[in-house]
């Protein structure tokens, strides 16, 4: 064990190193190296002092702070005179929330050595720790265990490929044996940590639900959408297309399903991943042929009905876009994987992605309830569409995404409940 830690200790300066090398090539390198630079000077300035509790929450990135996000809001409802420390391993992340109003502070997490765990935590002074979902950073999980300071894991998820799980992985399990409670988002994962001896473990579900559901139920009116979604022949409200966060790939095959008798009673709205003006142009030539393409920028309650096809050319509005669908397509399932299937399953739309969707438990969990399905091509999508028409098949698939809601609900509570009787 010690000449494993001794290795890991090495393998974190090797990163250190190499990432100051990178700086001198890469933006994002150069980022997670000035962030870190002189840190304990910042922050001995800038850490939250005074009465009450401290609360350190760390996410590796943007999509792991999402996760953790509903856990900090939460905390601030429940103990406002609570000190709230977020910190981020990539820039991907810091750089997108560092003036997250929610947190006292947001900063990078020093570098993994057992000096800079002892010197962070000393500053700190953490009453609880979170770490959200993948994050194992052995010198802090140590310096914790050792202080006694509260360790919870939560929206985790384990894969029996870990390390944890095989023969070698003795030093990888002594870190896990530094949570003081894990918060799973699956029973699969409950049974891989319980095989390996550990019984600290609550079934929680994916904290992203509360959020999505609570974002569902207060999301606001948006009158040209209401006005978009209107028949230019009667006023009756149509079927709308919701397709998020589109990849030039996914508007292909979304474009060429424009034209199909499946959706001769939908109207389309557009909201691409990269809404800047070069790929709005492409989209628009896209759709030359299928009609009027409105950008939302342009449109007014009058103009809005004629259009068969409205294009989002701001970011911020889609999650609360899903309260006029019938549909949902999510992109990126041709590329790196899928965008969020919880926004638009919140309003109990049936879901639609491309083939890579794998690594996203909630995306399978829809699939094998029938609630979400992936395509790899126009005709495969077509085919879909035509299957939703039908009104029964249709219902079920939204009761599957709803009730995969319903029972994974309540994660974000019990999490600061066990919060509050350790601290």
Request: charged content about 20%; hydrophobic content about 45%; some cysteine.
């Amino acid at each position: 064990m010690v000449i494993l830690r001794a290795l890991y200790n090495a393998a974190m300066y090797l990163l250190a190193a190499v990432m100051y090398i990178a700086a001198g090539f890469s933006p994002k390198a150069r980022h997670w190296v000035d962030g870190r630079r002189n840190w304990r000077v910042r922050l001995r300035t800038t850490a939250p002092t005074g009465a009450g509790k401290t609360l350190w929450i760390h996410a590796a990135s943007l999509g792991e702070f999402e996760q953790g996000r509903p856990v900090i809001e939460a905390v601030r409802a429940r103990f406002p005179d609570w000190k709230i420390v977020l910190t981020f391993f990539s820039p991907s992340g810091y750089e997108i929330r560092k003036n997250y109003p929610h947190a006292d502070l947001v900063c990078y997490l020093p570098a993994d050595t057992r000096r800079n765990a002892a010197d962070f935590i000393d500053i700190v002074q953490p009453d609880v720790a979170v770490f959200v979902k993948y994050e194992f950073w052995a010198n802090y999980l140590f310096e914790l265990k050792k202080r006694e300071i509260p360790v919870l894991l939560v929206s985790a998820l384990f894969r029996k490929q870990q390390p944890f799980f095989q023969w070698y992985g003795a030093f990888w399990r002594r870190m896990l044996g530094c949570f003081t409670q894990f918060f799973v988002q699956d029973r699969n994962s409950a049974e891989l940590l319980q095989r390996i001896g550990f019984q600290n473990i609550t079934v929680a579900g994916d904290t992203r639900i509360d959020r999505v559901l609570h974002l569902a139920a207060q999301a606001p009116e948006n009158e040209l959408v209401a006005a978009f979604q209107k028949s230019p022949l009667d006023g009756e409200a149509l079927r709308l297309l919701i397709a998020g966060s589109t990849w030039p790939p996914d508007e292909a095959i979304l474009v060429q399903s424009m034209q199909t008798p499946a959706t001769e009673n939908l109207k389309y709205v557009l909201a691409p991943h990269d809404p800047s003006a070069a790929a709005i142009t492409h989209i628009r030539t896209l759709c030359a042929h299928c009609g009027t393409v409105l950008a939302y920028s342009e449109a007014t309650p009058d103009n809005a009905p004629q259009a068969p096809t409205l294009l989002i050319d701001n970011v911020g509005l889609l999650n609360t876009l899903y309260r006029y669908g019938h549909i949902a397509y999510i992109g990126g399932g041709f590329g790196k994987g899928i965008h969020n299937t919880l926004e638009p399953a919140a309003f109990g739309l049936p879901v639609i992605f491309g083939p890579k969707y794998e690594r996203f438990e909630e995306a399978r969990q829809f699939v094998a309830r029938g609630g979400a399905f992936s395509v790899r091509n126009a005709d495969e999508l077509e085919a879909v569409l035509e299957k939703l028409q039908d009104k029964a098949f249709y219902e079920n698939a939204s009761r599957a995404v709803l009730n995969y809601l319903e029972e994974n609900r309540g994660a974000t509570d019990r999490i600061v409940s066990f919060m509050e009787n350790i601290a």
